[in-house]
């Protein structure tokens, strides 16, 4: 079973230029989410979907953005790399709301994403 | 807002040794769901246990327990008689779960270095 998988794993950018990241899962899951992971600073949640064609801003939004138009995909879109956004991305789905018993995220093996 | 600290940056033990990470949250909402994920070296988060708050029951599996007391808004995490493989970062999260959202917070982490 695939779970979740990311594509690119790593991925060196020029300032400015422009890429996408996906997540695709095929666990038929609801709720689907993209986090940053720097030294220091933990898991940030930077934007997240409740359903397909839903999306919704996390903690660390600017300078993202993220399509859920198929349910199994997930898009984190960068527009203009800066070097700040140099991170280790994770994304994760999940089947139930934690309010429906359910939370527990499944996550992918994580995109290395540098900024020159 | 919600939020999760791990003051405990980075602990290091001697194998067989126990060893507690702690995890302090905070929130506004009286109904709220806490958890622990485990990233071994290898780099991928593997969900560990999840807790909703009208729960305070301790839990214990195998060598791992969990203390949650609403009281100290503390959710923390011990490992008996440790060992190598254990060694990991440890993220502590929280989501307020309102209707329909799911904004799942991590803490920083805690490095745990188990010395053979």
């Known amino acids: 079973n695939a779970g979740v998988t990311q594509t690119p794993k790593f991925r060196v950018l020029k300032t400015g230029q422009s890429m996408t990241l996906l997540c695709a899962q095929d666990?038929?899951?609801?709720?689907m989410y993209w986090y940053r992971q720097d030294p220091g600073m933990g898991l940030r949640l930077i934007h997240y979907?409740?359903?397909?064609?839903?999306?919704a801003k996390g903690e660390v939004p600017d300078g993202y953005n993220v399509s859920r138009l198929k349910k199994q995909n997930f898009l984190l879109g960068l527009e203009s790399a800066a070097p700040s956004q140099t991170s280790v991305y994770f994304c994760?789905?999940?089947?139930?709301?934690?309010?429906?018993?359910?939370?527990?995220?499944?996550f992918g093996e994580g995109s290395r994403l540098t900024v020159l | 807002a919600q939020k999760v600290t791990q003051a405990q940056t980075e602990i290091s033990v001697v194998e067989k040794e126990d060893v507690t990470l702690d995890c302090v949250y905070e929130?506004?909402?009286?109904?709220?769901?806490l958890f622990w994920y485990k990233q071994p070296p290898s780099g991928e988060l593997v969900f560990l246990i999840r807790?909703?708050?009208?729960?305070?029951q301790n839990e214990i599996s195998g060598r791992y327990s969990w203390n949650f007391q609403k009281s100290t808004s503390s959710f923390n995490f011990t490992i008996t008689a440790s060992q190598v493989v254990d060694s990991a970062v440890y993220f502590c999260?929280?989501?307020?779960?309102?209707?329909?959202?799911?904004?799942?917070?991590f803490g920083k982490g805690t490095r745990l270095h188990i010395l053979p």
């Open positions: 999260a929280l989501s307020e779960a309102p209707v329909r959202d799911d904004k799942i917070i």
């Open positions: 666990m038929n899951h609801e709720y």
């Open positions: 979907s409740v359903g397909e064609g839903t999306t």
């Open positions: 929130t506004r909402d009286t109904t709220y769901y």
């Open positions: 994760a789905s999940s089947f139930r709301l934690a309010g429906d018993g359910g939370g527990e995220l499944f």
């Open positions: 807790r909703n708050s009208f729960d305070e």
